[in-house]
């Protein structure tokens, strides 16, 4: 007798080697939220810098004026310098890395008053101040790109941990496996498959996948459990797939459509006696794409619940694509919707 396919799927503990610790890149200033952010800091700083011996109004427009034409393109080269080196700088030790954002905010502070001078604006021209200036506001946004940073990992642990606990709850793996043996002897082939879908859930919750997988990875989970919901449900429950084939590389979180999809099994099917349809598209609309998950509520929207999974969901997106990514939760007509936006 062959060995089964899912016996087969799994390795001793000593074969598997352990994941490469994650760096997380501090350095991460190619997001447009990220530089919006950051040119609106330097910009508030210069306005607030220009008021100290500003005689006027006008006197104050002129002196802010003439301080952003070098503090813009100093900022925004070192927005380029920081995102072309983000992944060199990721290898130093943190200390080396925030003194190189330094460093590289004092020659940016150097070049934008060499803009300056080079056009005869400055007379005498204040190299020292430019550096020092540099270096004070870089030092600032390097805190900022720091506590960014770190705020990824306690929310990718803390959804991977949520992830796997709901999908060991009991309930649900005691439903499953009751499936599976009630079709041992009646059809052992879908039983097989059953199990194999369980299986591939858990090796997907322990995996180290990275910051993000693509939307294919993505729908192919949701396809996985929703197979498993599928032969406990029947036809209570009522799968609609549309998935645009251009949205399949674009970049999300991993485990984000996998509690949104079980949401709709809970409070879609699982409380109505004739069960309810679930719709999962994708689409892809120029440069964003356009996810879309909702279930149909027969009873009514019921007791709602914490709404932990849909925080999640959207703090994760925020911190993987920031102001790129919307995430929206409507209920109007009986259908329960959730819609992400991202970038492709």
């Not at 642990?157 to 043996?181: D, K, M």
Request: net charge neutral.
């Amino acid at each position: 007798m062959q060995e089964s396919q899912i016996l087969s799927g799994f390795q001793p503990l000593a074969d598997v080697p352990p994941p490469p610790p994650r760096t997380a890149l501090v350095f991460d200033a190619c997001q447009a939220g990220v530089i919006l952010r950051a040119v609106l800091f330097v910009e508030v700083a210069v306005a607030v810098a220009a008021l100290f011996g500003a005689q006027n109004a006008w006197d104050w427009l002129a002196r802010l004026a003439l301080w952003t034409g070098g503090a813009l393109p100093a900022v925004l080269v070192w927005l380029l310098a920081a995102c072309s080196l983000k992944r060199p700088l990721a290898r130093l030790p943190q200390l080396a890395q925030n003194l190189a954002g330094v460093v590289l905010g004092a020659l940016a502070g150097l070049y934008g008053c060499g803009m300056l001078a080079l056009i005869g604006l400055l007379d005498p021209v204040p190299w020292l101040a430019s550096a020092a200036a540099g270096a004070w506001l870089s030092a600032l946004v390097v805190a900022g790109l720091v506590l960014r940073a770190r705020a990824r990992t306690p929310a990718a642990t803390t959804a991977r941990l949520g992830e796997l606990q709901a999908r060991i709850r009991p309930h649900f793996l005691f439903n499953t496996l009751n499936s599976a043996i009630a079709l041992v002897r009646a059809e052992p082939a879908k039983a097989e498959a059953l199990l194999e879908d369980l299986s591939d859930l858990f090796r997907h919750a322990l995996v180290d996948q990275g910051e993000a997988v693509t939307l294919a990875q993505e729908t192919t989970l949701a396809e996985r459990y929703l197979s498993i919901e599928q032969v406990r449900f029947g036809d209570r429950l009522r799968i609609h797939w549309a998935l645009d084939p251009r949205a399949a590389g674009a970049q999300l979180p991993p485990l984000l459509l996998q509690p949104l999809v079980e949401n709709a099994v809970k409070h879609g099917v699982e409380p109505s006696a004739t069960g309810a349809d679930v719709h999962i598209s994708t689409e892809c609309r120029g440069s964003t794409v356009v996810i879309k998950i909702s279930n149909t509520v027969p009873g009514g929207q019921g007791v709602p619940g914490h709404g932990l999974a849909l925080n999640n969901v959207r703090d994760r997106l925020g911190l993987l694509h920031d102001v790129q990514s919307q995430f929206r939760v409507t209920f109007k007509d009986g259908v329960y919707l959730v819609r992400i936006e991202i970038p492709l």
